[in-house]
Protein backbone atom coordinates (compact mmCIF):
# COMPACT_ATOMS: atom_id res chain seq x y z
CA UNK A 1 0.00 0.00 0.00
CA UNK A 2 1.36 3.76 -0.79
CA UNK A 3 0.60 6.13 1.82
CA UNK A 4 0.22 9.94 0.22
CA UNK A 5 2.36 12.10 1.10
CA UNK A 6 0.21 15.12 0.74
CA UNK A 7 -2.80 14.00 2.94
CA UNK A 8 -3.70 11.68 5.37
CA UNK A 9 -5.53 8.98 3.31
CA UNK A 10 -4.12 5.67 2.98
CA UNK A 11 -4.74 5.01 -0.71
CA UNK A 12 -4.57 1.43 -1.74
CA UNK A 13 -5.16 0.07 -5.79
CA UNK A 14 -9.24 -0.59 -4.62
CA UNK A 15 -9.79 2.72 -2.76
CA UNK A 16 -9.00 5.09 -0.44
CA UNK A 17 -9.41 4.99 3.08
CA UNK A 18 -9.32 7.74 5.94
CA UNK A 19 -8.13 6.39 9.36
CA UNK A 20 -10.11 7.68 12.62
CA UNK A 21 -8.15 7.84 16.28
CA UNK A 22 -9.55 8.62 19.37
CA UNK A 23 -7.45 8.78 22.28
CA UNK A 24 -7.05 8.09 26.18
CA UNK A 25 -4.03 9.87 27.47
CA UNK A 26 -2.98 8.30 31.19
CA UNK A 27 -1.21 11.46 33.19
CA UNK A 28 0.31 10.98 36.09
CA UNK A 29 -0.66 13.87 38.62
CA UNK A 30 2.45 15.76 39.72
CA UNK A 31 1.30 15.44 43.56
CA UNK A 32 3.81 14.60 46.71
CA UNK A 33 1.30 11.68 47.78
CA UNK A 34 -0.90 9.69 46.12
CA UNK A 35 -4.84 10.14 45.72
CA UNK A 36 -6.49 8.64 48.45
CA UNK A 37 -3.16 7.69 50.87
CA UNK A 38 -0.38 9.50 52.18
CA UNK A 39 2.27 7.56 50.82
CA UNK A 40 5.02 9.03 48.33
CA UNK A 41 4.80 8.97 44.74
CA UNK A 42 8.52 9.10 44.36
CA UNK A 43 9.96 7.45 41.07
CA UNK A 44 12.37 4.61 41.70
CA UNK A 45 12.16 4.07 44.77
CA UNK A 46 12.50 0.47 46.71
CA UNK A 47 10.31 -2.12 45.40
CA UNK A 48 6.83 -1.71 48.11
CA UNK A 49 8.86 0.98 50.15
CA UNK A 50 5.92 3.58 49.43
CA UNK A 51 2.65 0.94 50.45
CA UNK A 52 0.46 2.36 53.11
CA UNK A 53 -2.10 -0.06 54.49
CA UNK A 54 -4.67 1.99 52.28
CA UNK A 55 -2.63 1.12 48.99
CA UNK A 56 -2.49 -2.35 49.57
CA UNK A 57 -5.85 -2.67 50.81
CA UNK A 58 -6.50 -3.94 54.38
CA UNK A 59 -9.45 -4.43 55.91
CA UNK A 60 -10.85 -1.70 57.46
CA UNK A 61 -9.33 0.86 55.38
CA UNK A 62 -10.59 4.24 54.03
CA UNK A 63 -9.47 6.18 51.17
CA UNK A 64 -9.41 10.11 52.11
CA UNK A 65 -9.39 12.27 48.94
CA UNK A 66 -6.16 13.79 48.08
CA UNK A 67 -7.39 17.84 47.46
CA UNK A 68 -4.12 19.41 45.91
CA UNK A 69 -4.95 16.19 42.91
CA UNK A 70 -8.16 17.59 42.87
CA UNK A 71 -6.85 21.02 42.40
CA UNK A 72 -4.14 19.56 39.34
CA UNK A 73 -7.29 18.04 37.24
CA UNK A 74 -9.52 21.17 37.63
CA UNK A 75 -5.90 23.29 36.34
CA UNK A 76 -5.40 20.97 33.44
CA UNK A 77 -9.14 20.94 32.70
CA UNK A 78 -9.03 25.08 32.38
CA UNK A 79 -5.87 24.15 30.50
CA UNK A 80 -7.78 21.63 27.90
CA UNK A 81 -10.22 24.71 28.35
CA UNK A 82 -13.33 22.69 29.03
CA UNK A 83 -15.67 22.42 31.64
CA UNK A 84 -15.13 21.77 35.12
CA UNK A 85 -17.49 19.53 36.76
CA UNK A 86 -19.18 21.11 40.04
CA UNK A 87 -20.17 17.64 40.96
CA UNK A 88 -18.84 14.70 40.15
CA UNK A 89 -18.63 10.90 41.30
CA UNK A 90 -15.77 8.25 42.06
CA UNK A 91 -16.93 4.79 41.47
CA UNK A 92 -15.14 1.50 41.61
CA UNK A 93 -14.41 -0.03 38.56
CA UNK A 94 -13.85 -4.05 39.68
CA UNK A 95 -11.72 -6.78 38.21
CA UNK A 96 -8.99 -9.08 39.21
CA UNK A 97 -5.31 -8.96 38.76
CA UNK A 98 -2.13 -9.50 41.46
CA UNK A 99 -1.30 -6.01 41.32
CA UNK A 100 -4.81 -4.98 42.22
CA UNK A 101 -5.13 -5.33 46.19
CA UNK A 102 -8.63 -4.01 46.51
CA UNK A 103 -10.00 -6.11 43.22
CA UNK A 104 -11.35 -2.71 42.27
CA UNK A 105 -9.85 0.71 40.85
CA UNK A 106 -11.28 3.87 42.19
CA UNK A 107 -12.03 5.96 39.27
CA UNK A 108 -15.05 8.04 37.68
CA UNK A 109 -16.78 7.03 34.97
CA UNK A 110 -20.86 8.55 34.49
CA UNK A 111 -19.33 12.20 36.45
CA UNK A 112 -16.22 12.67 35.96
CA UNK A 113 -14.56 15.65 37.02
CA UNK A 114 -13.80 17.44 33.79
CA UNK A 115 -16.38 17.65 30.64
CA UNK A 116 -15.36 18.57 27.00
CA UNK A 117 -13.21 20.62 26.18
CA UNK A 118 -10.58 21.21 22.99
CA UNK A 119 -7.13 21.42 22.28
CA UNK A 120 -5.53 23.19 19.08
CA UNK A 121 -3.11 21.52 17.16
CA UNK A 122 -0.69 23.55 14.25
CA UNK A 123 -0.63 20.92 11.69
CA UNK A 124 1.88 22.35 8.39
CA UNK A 125 -1.85 22.29 6.30
CA UNK A 126 -2.95 25.10 9.52
CA UNK A 127 -4.44 24.47 12.63
CA UNK A 128 -7.10 22.16 13.50
CA UNK A 129 -9.30 21.69 16.97
CA UNK A 130 -9.33 18.39 18.58
CA UNK A 131 -12.26 18.01 21.14
CA UNK A 132 -11.43 16.56 24.32
CA UNK A 133 -14.36 14.11 25.39
CA UNK A 134 -13.51 14.41 29.57
CA UNK A 135 -10.70 14.28 31.72
CA UNK A 136 -11.77 11.66 34.72
CA UNK A 137 -9.36 10.75 37.89
CA UNK A 138 -8.21 7.36 38.97
CA UNK A 139 -5.91 5.69 40.70
CA UNK A 140 -2.79 4.25 39.05
CA UNK A 141 -2.85 -0.66 39.69
CA UNK A 142 0.76 -1.73 41.03
CA UNK A 143 3.29 -3.37 38.77
CA UNK A 144 3.24 -6.80 38.31
CA UNK A 145 7.10 -7.84 37.58
CA UNK A 146 7.58 -11.23 35.27
CA UNK A 147 11.03 -11.06 34.24
CA UNK A 148 12.68 -11.64 37.24
CA UNK A 149 12.20 -15.22 38.05
CA UNK A 150 11.09 -18.12 35.29
CA UNK A 151 8.24 -19.45 38.02
CA UNK A 152 7.92 -16.57 39.84
CA UNK A 153 5.51 -13.25 39.28
CA UNK A 154 6.49 -10.02 41.35
CA UNK A 155 4.23 -7.30 42.92
CA UNK A 156 5.46 -3.94 43.33
CA UNK A 157 2.90 -1.81 44.75
CA UNK A 158 4.42 1.71 45.06
CA UNK A 159 2.30 2.94 41.97
CA UNK A 160 -0.73 1.36 43.83
CA UNK A 161 -2.99 4.18 44.45
CA UNK A 162 -0.47 6.76 42.45
CA UNK A 163 -3.40 9.43 40.86
CA UNK A 164 -3.89 9.50 37.43
CA UNK A 165 -5.81 11.92 34.77
CA UNK A 166 -7.33 10.19 32.29
CA UNK A 167 -7.87 12.51 29.16
CA UNK A 168 -10.01 11.22 26.83
CA UNK A 169 -10.56 12.80 23.17
CA UNK A 170 -13.18 12.67 20.54
CA UNK A 171 -12.53 10.57 17.63
CA UNK A 172 -11.15 13.72 15.85
CA UNK A 173 -7.70 12.60 14.99
CA UNK A 174 -6.74 11.67 11.54
CA UNK A 175 -3.49 10.49 11.06
CA UNK A 176 0.15 9.37 13.18
CA UNK A 177 1.49 13.16 12.82
CA UNK A 178 -1.95 14.51 13.72
CA UNK A 179 -1.46 12.01 17.09
CA UNK A 180 2.42 13.29 17.25
CA UNK A 181 1.60 16.43 18.06
CA UNK A 182 -1.87 16.15 19.90
CA UNK A 183 0.33 13.73 23.00
CA UNK A 184 2.94 16.47 21.98
CA UNK A 185 0.74 19.25 22.47
CA UNK A 186 -0.81 17.91 25.93
CA UNK A 187 2.41 17.15 27.05
CA UNK A 188 3.43 20.64 26.90
CA UNK A 189 0.10 22.51 28.41
CA UNK A 190 0.24 20.03 31.44
CA UNK A 191 4.27 20.86 31.99
CA UNK A 192 3.50 24.29 31.70
CA UNK A 193 0.63 24.01 34.65
CA UNK A 194 2.72 21.75 36.32
CA UNK A 195 0.27 19.32 36.66
CA UNK A 196 2.12 15.88 34.73
CA UNK A 197 5.90 16.19 34.15
CA UNK A 198 4.89 13.87 30.93
CA UNK A 199 7.95 11.45 31.05
CA UNK A 200 7.19 8.54 28.73
CA UNK A 201 10.36 6.50 29.49
CA UNK A 202 8.64 6.47 33.41
CA UNK A 203 5.41 6.16 32.15
CA UNK A 204 4.33 9.28 33.16
CA UNK A 205 2.11 9.17 30.01
CA UNK A 206 0.89 6.48 28.10
CA UNK A 207 -2.39 6.23 25.95
CA UNK A 208 -4.68 3.85 24.87
CA UNK A 209 -5.14 4.35 21.32
CA UNK A 210 -8.30 3.37 19.34
CA UNK A 211 -8.57 2.96 15.54
CA UNK A 212 -10.79 2.70 12.83
CA UNK A 213 -10.98 3.09 8.87
CA UNK A 214 -13.67 4.36 6.65
CA UNK A 215 -13.48 4.55 2.90
CA UNK A 216 -13.05 8.25 2.03
CA UNK A 217 -16.04 10.27 2.12
CA UNK A 218 -17.88 7.88 4.39
CA UNK A 219 -20.04 9.33 7.11
CA UNK A 220 -20.42 6.93 9.49
CA UNK A 221 -17.48 5.74 11.33
CA UNK A 222 -15.88 1.78 10.88
CA UNK A 223 -15.72 -0.30 13.94
CA UNK A 224 -12.78 0.63 16.62
CA UNK A 225 -9.96 -1.38 17.98
CA UNK A 226 -8.19 -0.04 21.30
CA UNK A 227 -4.04 -0.82 21.32
CA UNK A 228 -3.56 -1.07 24.49
CA UNK A 229 -1.04 1.01 26.82
CA UNK A 230 1.25 2.52 24.22
CA UNK A 231 4.34 4.57 26.10
CA UNK A 232 6.24 6.54 23.12
CA UNK A 233 4.81 8.63 20.72
CA UNK A 234 7.00 6.60 17.81
CA UNK A 235 5.11 3.70 18.77
CA UNK A 236 1.78 5.22 18.45
CA UNK A 237 2.48 6.37 14.85
CA UNK A 238 3.43 2.92 14.05
CA UNK A 239 0.93 0.83 15.68
CA UNK A 240 -1.82 3.37 14.49
CA UNK A 241 0.07 2.95 10.78
CA UNK A 242 0.21 -1.04 11.46
CA UNK A 243 -3.51 -1.23 12.42
CA UNK A 244 -4.98 0.85 10.16
CA UNK A 245 -3.51 -1.50 6.95
CA UNK A 246 -4.50 -4.27 9.00
CA UNK A 247 -8.03 -3.11 9.15
CA UNK A 248 -8.09 -2.45 5.18
CA UNK A 249 -6.45 -5.23 4.50
CA UNK A 250 -9.43 -7.13 6.23
CA UNK A 251 -11.85 -4.89 4.74
CA UNK A 252 -10.92 -4.97 1.13
CA UNK A 253 -11.00 -8.64 1.36
CA UNK A 254 -14.69 -8.53 2.03
CA UNK A 255 -14.31 -9.67 5.74
CA UNK A 256 -15.19 -7.50 9.13
CA UNK A 257 -13.47 -5.62 12.12
CA UNK A 258 -14.25 -7.23 15.14
CA UNK A 259 -14.36 -4.78 17.79
CA UNK A 260 -11.49 -5.44 20.81
CA UNK A 261 -8.57 -5.25 22.39
CA UNK A 262 -4.91 -5.18 20.82
CA UNK A 263 -1.47 -4.94 21.81
CA UNK A 264 1.47 -3.44 19.86
CA UNK A 265 4.23 -6.01 19.56
CA UNK A 266 7.18 -3.63 18.50
CA UNK A 267 9.61 -6.00 17.21
CA UNK A 268 7.41 -7.25 14.79
CA UNK A 269 5.66 -3.66 14.22
CA UNK A 270 2.49 -5.10 14.41
CA UNK A 271 -0.59 -5.43 17.01
CA UNK A 272 -1.95 -8.41 17.83
CA UNK A 273 -5.73 -9.45 19.59
CA UNK A 274 -5.09 -9.22 23.65
CA UNK A 275 -9.51 -9.77 23.80
CA UNK A 276 -12.16 -9.37 22.02
CA UNK A 277 -16.09 -7.69 22.54
CA UNK A 278 -17.36 -10.69 23.99
CA UNK A 279 -14.11 -11.63 26.25
CA UNK A 280 -14.31 -7.63 27.39
CA UNK A 281 -14.05 -7.47 31.41
CA UNK A 282 -17.90 -6.09 32.41
CA UNK A 283 -16.56 -4.14 35.50
CA UNK A 284 -19.21 -3.66 37.22
CA UNK A 285 -19.03 0.07 38.12
CA UNK A 286 -21.03 1.46 40.90
CA UNK A 287 -20.51 4.69 43.29
CA UNK A 288 -17.61 4.12 45.63
CA UNK A 289 -19.77 3.91 49.01
CA UNK A 290 -16.35 4.56 50.77
CA UNK A 291 -16.46 7.98 49.48
CA UNK A 292 -18.97 11.24 48.79
CA UNK A 293 -19.78 12.73 45.89
CA UNK A 294 -17.01 15.37 45.31
CA UNK A 295 -18.57 18.93 45.45
CA UNK A 296 -16.37 22.04 44.15
CA UNK A 297 -17.37 25.26 44.17
CA UNK A 298 -16.99 27.96 41.98
CA UNK A 299 -14.85 30.31 43.71
CA UNK A 300 -12.70 27.24 44.35
CA UNK A 301 -12.27 26.90 39.95
CA UNK A 302 -12.02 30.71 39.95
CA UNK A 303 -9.00 31.24 42.49
CA UNK A 304 -7.41 27.98 39.87
CA UNK A 305 -7.73 30.03 36.84
CA UNK A 306 -6.61 33.22 38.76
CA UNK A 307 -3.47 31.83 39.15
CA UNK A 308 -2.87 30.01 35.88
CA UNK A 309 0.43 30.91 34.16
CA UNK A 310 0.34 32.17 30.55
CA UNK A 311 -0.49 28.62 28.64
CA UNK A 312 1.25 27.68 25.68
CA UNK A 313 -1.33 28.84 22.21
CA UNK A 314 -1.36 32.33 24.55
CA UNK A 315 2.28 33.14 24.40
CA UNK A 316 2.54 31.81 20.83
CA UNK A 317 0.10 34.59 19.95
CA UNK A 318 2.05 37.19 22.00
CA UNK A 319 5.35 36.25 20.18
CA UNK A 320 4.34 36.90 17.17
CA UNK A 321 2.34 40.18 18.02
CA UNK A 322 5.13 41.19 19.89
CA UNK A 323 8.57 39.70 18.25
CA UNK A 324 6.95 39.46 14.72
CA UNK A 325 7.90 35.84 14.64
CA UNK A 326 6.57 32.99 11.91
CA UNK A 327 4.40 30.77 13.78
CA UNK A 328 6.32 28.11 13.21
CA UNK A 329 9.59 29.89 15.21
CA UNK A 330 6.42 30.85 17.78
CA UNK A 331 5.61 27.24 17.97
CA UNK A 332 9.40 25.64 18.11
CA UNK A 333 9.89 28.50 20.98
CA UNK A 334 7.23 27.91 23.39
CA UNK A 335 7.24 24.46 23.01
CA UNK A 336 8.88 24.08 26.75
CA UNK A 337 8.34 26.84 28.96
CA UNK A 338 12.18 26.44 29.96
CA UNK A 339 12.59 27.43 25.90
CA UNK A 340 10.64 30.45 26.16
CA UNK A 341 11.90 31.85 29.04
CA UNK A 342 15.75 31.82 27.52
CA UNK A 343 14.43 33.21 24.46
CA UNK A 344 13.04 36.13 26.24
CA UNK A 345 15.96 36.35 28.21
CA UNK A 346 18.34 36.46 25.84
CA UNK A 347 16.25 38.97 23.71
CA UNK A 348 16.30 41.68 26.57
CA UNK A 349 19.07 43.39 25.42
CA UNK A 350 20.28 41.85 21.94
CA UNK A 351 18.45 41.54 18.10
CA UNK A 352 15.47 39.86 17.95
CA UNK A 353 16.08 38.44 14.49
CA UNK A 354 19.57 37.17 15.01
CA UNK A 355 18.90 35.56 18.61
CA UNK A 356 16.19 33.46 17.33
CA UNK A 357 18.01 31.98 14.71
CA UNK A 358 20.98 31.35 16.95
CA UNK A 359 18.64 29.91 19.16
CA UNK A 360 16.50 27.59 16.98
CA UNK A 361 19.29 26.88 14.21
CA UNK A 362 23.11 26.39 16.57
CA UNK A 363 21.74 26.38 19.94
CA UNK A 364 19.08 23.78 19.47
CA UNK A 365 22.06 21.53 16.97
CA UNK A 366 24.27 21.73 20.35
CA UNK A 367 21.35 20.77 22.95
CA UNK A 368 20.41 18.11 20.79
CA UNK A 369 23.57 16.81 19.98
CA UNK A 370 24.91 16.63 23.64
CA UNK A 371 21.48 15.54 24.87
CA UNK A 372 20.79 18.77 27.12
CA UNK A 373 17.91 20.28 28.49
CA UNK A 374 18.09 24.16 27.53
CA UNK A 375 18.05 24.78 31.38
CA UNK A 376 21.21 22.79 31.73
CA UNK A 377 22.72 24.38 28.34
CA UNK A 378 26.95 25.52 28.44
CA UNK A 379 25.64 28.50 26.96
CA UNK A 380 23.73 31.25 28.83
CA UNK A 381 21.16 33.16 27.69
CA UNK A 382 23.49 36.65 29.04
CA UNK A 383 26.26 35.03 26.71
CA UNK A 384 24.64 34.37 24.18
CA UNK A 385 22.96 38.52 24.04
CA UNK A 386 26.72 39.30 24.42
CA UNK A 387 27.50 36.83 21.46
CA UNK A 388 24.82 38.27 19.26
CA UNK A 389 25.46 42.10 20.21
CA UNK A 390 29.29 41.40 18.80
CA UNK A 391 27.69 40.44 15.61
CA UNK A 392 25.44 43.28 15.71
CA UNK A 393 28.18 46.11 16.37
CA UNK A 394 30.32 44.63 13.55
CA UNK A 395 32.94 43.28 16.21
CA UNK A 396 32.90 39.78 14.62
CA UNK A 397 31.00 38.40 11.54
CA UNK A 398 28.48 35.59 11.54
CA UNK A 399 31.29 33.20 10.31
CA UNK A 400 33.68 33.85 13.27
CA UNK A 401 30.97 33.53 15.78
CA UNK A 402 30.15 30.42 14.93
CA UNK A 403 33.88 29.77 15.96
CA UNK A 404 32.94 31.44 19.34
CA UNK A 405 30.38 29.90 19.61
CA UNK A 406 31.61 26.45 19.39
CA UNK A 407 34.44 27.76 21.81
CA UNK A 408 31.34 28.90 24.53
CA UNK A 409 30.47 25.36 24.37
CA UNK A 410 32.98 23.77 25.15
CA UNK A 411 34.24 26.29 28.05
CA UNK A 412 31.23 28.12 29.11
CA UNK A 413 33.43 31.58 28.51
CA UNK A 414 32.02 34.60 27.77
CA UNK A 415 32.26 35.47 24.01
CA UNK A 416 34.27 38.58 24.47
CA UNK A 417 36.96 37.23 26.85
CA UNK A 418 37.04 34.23 23.73
CA UNK A 419 37.51 36.97 21.11
CA UNK A 420 39.85 38.99 22.76
CA UNK A 421 42.43 35.93 23.51
CA UNK A 422 41.71 34.43 20.28
CA UNK A 423 42.51 37.50 18.75
CA UNK A 424 39.17 37.18 16.38
CA UNK A 425 38.32 40.50 16.45
CA UNK A 426 37.00 41.46 13.14
CA UNK A 427 39.49 43.60 10.76
CA UNK A 428 37.22 46.95 10.19
CA UNK A 429 40.21 48.97 9.45
CA UNK A 430 39.97 50.30 6.24
CA UNK A 431 43.42 51.19 5.53
CA UNK A 432 44.38 47.83 7.26
CA UNK A 433 42.14 46.24 4.66
CA UNK A 434 43.22 48.82 1.46
CA UNK A 435 46.97 47.45 1.99
CA UNK A 436 45.96 43.29 2.06
CA UNK A 437 43.87 43.33 -0.85
CA UNK A 438 45.90 45.74 -3.11
CA UNK A 439 48.74 42.50 -2.01
CA UNK A 440 46.06 40.17 -3.45
CA UNK A 441 45.44 42.13 -6.32
CA UNK A 442 49.35 42.16 -6.97
CA UNK A 443 49.49 38.68 -6.55
CA UNK A 444 46.81 37.79 -9.05
CA UNK A 445 47.36 39.67 -11.93
CA UNK A 446 46.15 37.77 -14.51
CA UNK A 447 43.15 37.07 -12.78
CA UNK A 448 42.48 40.88 -12.80
CA UNK A 449 42.48 41.39 -16.48
CA UNK A 450 40.49 38.62 -16.41
CA UNK A 451 38.25 39.85 -14.61
CA UNK A 452 38.58 43.03 -16.07
CA UNK A 453 38.00 41.63 -19.39
CA UNK A 454 34.48 40.72 -18.14
CA UNK A 455 34.47 37.51 -16.16
CA UNK A 456 33.06 39.07 -13.41
CA UNK A 457 32.58 35.66 -11.73
CA UNK A 458 36.02 35.86 -9.99
CA UNK A 459 35.03 38.58 -7.84
CA UNK A 460 33.70 35.99 -5.09
CA UNK A 461 37.64 34.43 -5.63
CA UNK A 462 39.25 37.98 -5.02
CA UNK A 463 36.60 37.76 -1.54
CA UNK A 464 38.09 34.57 -0.82
CA UNK A 465 41.12 35.41 -1.00
CA UNK A 466 41.32 38.78 0.89
CA UNK A 467 39.16 36.64 4.12
CA UNK A 468 42.63 33.79 3.19
CA UNK A 469 44.79 36.71 3.70
CA UNK A 470 42.74 37.78 7.28
CA UNK A 471 42.30 34.36 8.53
CA UNK A 472 38.44 35.08 8.28
CA UNK A 473 38.54 38.34 9.71
CA UNK A 474 37.92 40.95 7.60
CA UNK A 475 34.96 42.73 7.92
CA UNK A 476 32.94 41.36 5.02
CA UNK A 477 31.28 44.49 3.37
CA UNK A 478 34.37 46.52 3.88
CA UNK A 479 36.49 44.07 1.88
CA UNK A 480 33.35 44.20 -0.44
CA UNK A 481 33.61 47.63 -0.80
CA UNK A 482 37.37 48.55 -1.08
CA UNK A 483 37.59 45.07 -3.52
CA UNK A 484 35.05 47.24 -5.91
CA UNK A 485 36.59 50.36 -6.16
CA UNK A 486 39.93 48.82 -6.63
CA UNK A 487 38.90 46.76 -9.75
CA UNK A 488 37.21 49.69 -10.96
P1 LIG B 1 -13.89 2.60 26.35
O1 LIG B 1 -14.00 2.66 27.84
O2 LIG B 1 -14.77 1.61 25.70
O3 LIG B 1 -12.47 2.52 25.91
P2 LIG B 1 -13.98 5.42 26.14
O4 LIG B 1 -15.16 6.32 26.01
O5 LIG B 1 -13.17 5.47 27.38
O6 LIG B 1 -14.48 3.97 25.83
O7 LIG B 1 -12.99 5.75 24.96
C1 LIG B 1 -13.33 5.58 23.67
C2 LIG B 1 -12.25 6.18 22.81
O8 LIG B 1 -12.40 5.69 21.50
C3 LIG B 1 -12.36 7.69 22.69
O9 LIG B 1 -11.09 8.28 22.68
C4 LIG B 1 -13.04 7.88 21.34
O10 LIG B 1 -12.68 9.09 20.71
C5 LIG B 1 -12.52 6.72 20.55
N1 LIG B 1 -13.43 6.27 19.49
C6 LIG B 1 -14.76 6.09 19.56
N2 LIG B 1 -15.25 5.63 18.40
C7 LIG B 1 -14.19 5.50 17.55
C8 LIG B 1 -14.04 5.05 16.20
N3 LIG B 1 -15.05 4.62 15.47
N4 LIG B 1 -12.78 5.05 15.70
C9 LIG B 1 -11.73 5.45 16.41
N5 LIG B 1 -11.82 5.87 17.68
C10 LIG B 1 -13.02 5.90 18.26
MG1 LIG C 1 -10.87 2.59 27.06
Not at 371 to 395: F, R
Request: proline residues 4%; contains cysteine; aromatic residues 8%.
Amino acid sequence: MEKDKFDYYIKTEKSSWEVVIGLEVHAQVISNSKLFSGSSTKFGSEPNSQVSLVDSAFPGMLPVINQFCIEQAVKTGLGLNAKINLFSVFDRKNYFYADLPAGYQISQYKNPIVGEGEVTLDMPYGSKKIGIERLHLEQDAGKSIHDLSPDHTFVDLNRSGVALMEIVSKPDLRSPSEVNSYVKKLRTIMRYLGTCDGNMQEGSLRADVNVSVRKKGEKKFGTRCEIKNVNSIKFMEMAIDSEAKRQIELLESGKSIEQETRLFDTKNNETRSMRSKEEAHDYRYFPDPDLLPLEIKQSFIDSIKKKLPELPDEKKDRFIKKFKLTPYEANVLVSEVDISKYFEDVIKNSDIKLAKNWIIVELFAVLNKKNLNISKSPVSPKNLASLINTISSGEISGKIAKKVFEIMVETGDEPKKIIKEKGLKQQSDPKELEKIIVKVLEKNLDKVSEYKSGKVKLFGFFVGEVMKATSGKGNPKLVNDILKEKLK
